[in-house]
């Protein structure tokens, strides 16, 4: 059994409670409000809310594709709400926006700073080194 932790261990720890779990967090959030935005009921103009703890879980196996499916579906909520006069400040206007906005920034800075490719690969490493 070992004593010190590898450093990459340690960075992914830190990143993980840091990022990953506030973005976690917040996709839960979109969910539910995306779910009682709509009345209780699936439709089209909310189903990128609905999107986002589903696509928040992909992280568990990859952060590359959790980030990827994250910023097409900002882009997607972008360009169905603003269209044809796209804004960005106008989108910033609602807390939803916001959120989503923010959901998006933590999905990207986790698959840009984790040491490893997917939060399974982390427990694998933990698993198998101590």
Known sequence: M?????PSVR???FVYVLLWLPALVVA???SL?????MG??????????FASLP??????????????V???LLLCDLLTSAWPHISIASYFESKMGTAFFAWVL???AVWGTSPFASFIAFIRQIRDNY
């Open 2 to 6: 070992k004593t010190s932790i590898h």
């Open 11 to 13: 960075k992914a720890a």
């Open 28 to 30: 839960s959030f979109l």
């Open 33 to 37: 409000m995306g779910f009682v935005g």
């Open 40 to 49: 209780f009921g699936l439709r089209l103009a909310g189903l990128v809310f």
């Open 55 to 68: 696509v928040s879980l992909l992280g568990l196996w990859s952060f590359r594709a959790c980030a990827v």
């Open 70 to 72: 994250s910023f097409a």
């Open 106 to 108: 933590l999905s990207v």
